[in-house]
């Protein structure tokens, strides 16, 4: 099974400065088709997870622009450009590019 | 509006058997691979498994903690998606979900918003 692990787990975050989340796997995402299926998700509390981002980079709909995904092969990263109040929750990244799909462990983002 | 809704869950007995049902609107079911996730409380997302369309198959595939004790089977006729939970225990409490990709491939951009399931004596 390909393992995710994200760092930190935990990030206080001054409103305005940026945060990033960095996600490792412990193989290559690349999927024989030539896509890599990384996503992220964020997840506020008492709600159902919300997608971020999909294929490493690309922003899902309605999702706003201070969102940005990065990264290749085994090591990825979301960054938050400047953080604002509603982006406190947990953030999770997760592959499926291989079955089992898994997820990492998740980051909780707060302001300080 | 592009939804999914859950429903099935409640209180069981440790060994006790529990169906957990996820009902699809707004999108073409049928060539959806149709995904259940859940969350223990206090942690985080945990994968259960998934069913493939049946354009490409209809293949499921579990994760090993359930394996043997779950079934996922989809019903397109019905625009549902079950798990079927066989000998519960008091680990598989947990919120469960259905997601799914609608519009992003390899990613779960539509989520229900979940039922409760707790295994408890």
């Known amino acids: 099974d390909i393992v995710m692990t994200q760092t930190p787990l935990s990030s206080p975050v001054t409103l305005g400065q940026p945060a990033s989340i960095s996600c490792r796997s412990s193989?290559?995402?690349?999927?024989?088709?030539?896509?890599?299926?990384l996503s992220w998700l964020q997840q506020r509390a008492g709600q159902p997870p919300r997608l971020l981002i999909y294929k490493i980079s690309n922003r899902f709909s309605g999702v706003p622009d201070r969102f940005s995904g990065s990264g290749a092969g085994t090591d990825f990263t979301l960054k938050i450009s400047r953080v604002e109040a509603e982006d406190v929750g947990v953030y999770y990244c997760?592959?499926?590019?291989?079955?089992?799909?898994?997820f990492g462990q998740g980051t909780k983002l707060e302001i300080k | 509006e592009v939804q999914l809704v859950e429903s099935g869950g409640g209180l069981v007995k440790p060994g006790g058997s529990l169906r957990l049902s996820c009902t699809a609107s707004k999108f073409t079911f049928s060539n959806a691979w149709m995904n259940w996730v859940r969350q223990a409380p206090g942690k985080g997302l945990e994968w259960v498994g998934r069913?493939?369309?049946?354009?490409?198959?209809?293949?499921?595939d579990y994760a090993a903690p359930v394996k043997g004790r779950f079934t996922i089977s989809r019903d397109d006729s019905e625009l549902m998606l079950y798990l079927q939970m066989n000998s519960l225990k008091t680990e598989d409490t947990a919120v469960y979900y259905c997601a799914t990709s609608v519009a992003t491939p390899g990613a779960f951009d539509i989520w229900g918003l979940g039922t409760m399931v707790t295994v408890s004596s």
């Open positions: 997760m592959q499926a590019t291989q079955s089992p799909y898994t």
């Open positions: 193989q290559s995402l690349e999927h024989s088709s030539g896509n890599t299926y």
């Open positions: 069913i493939k369309s049946k354009a490409v198959g209809g293949t499921i």
